[in-house]
């Protein structure tokens, strides 16, 4: 696995529907054997974004995440997410393990790609929505 595909992957399992990812999570914690909790907390991160006018970047304020870590020998699995919900967290941190280790890989691979279909089909909606109510400023 690439960098660039483990970033996609983790971007993607940030935005999954709570309930699958736990629930695929499930099905992936006896092939892994014995884990680790490396660590396990809720916090704030800042949010940064870019003024367009300007370019110059700034903090929009900050964000409530819940964040895993988890181990089984040498191996890291990591997962953050937006919110409380540390089991999501720790969802995310397993089926990050679990493709890291190549236990269950083609199952997490499938699953992010399920995934990344229906964020994409979402966010089409979401523009569509948008484009909707969108005012061309020159008819008037």
Not at 56 to 64: I, K, N, P, S
Not at 83 to 94: H, S
Request: charged share 25%; net charge negative; hydrophobic share 45%.
């Amino acid at each position: 696995m690439t960098m660039r595909d483990h970033g996609e992957m983790l971007s993607t399992l940030a935005r999954a529907d709570a309930g699958r990812i736990k629930a695929f999570a499930e099905t992936l914690i006896d092939d892994l054997g014995e884990i680790t909790v490396v660590e396990s907390r809720t916090g704030l991160v800042m949010l940064p974004m870019r003024d367009t006018a300007g370019g110059t970047a700034f903090h929009l304020g900050e964000v409530l995440v819940s964040e895993a870590h988890i181990s089984q020998g040498g191996t890291i699995g990591y997962g953050m997410r937006r919110g409380r919900d540390l089991e999501a967290a720790m969802a995310m941190a397993l089926i990050d393990l679990a493709a890291a280790c190549g236990s269950g890989a083609d199952a997490c691979a499938a699953f992010c790609a399920q995934e990344a279909a229906a964020q994409a089909e979402q966010d089409r909606q979401t523009l569509r929505r948008v484009e909707a109510t969108r005012v061309d400023m020159e008819t008037f």
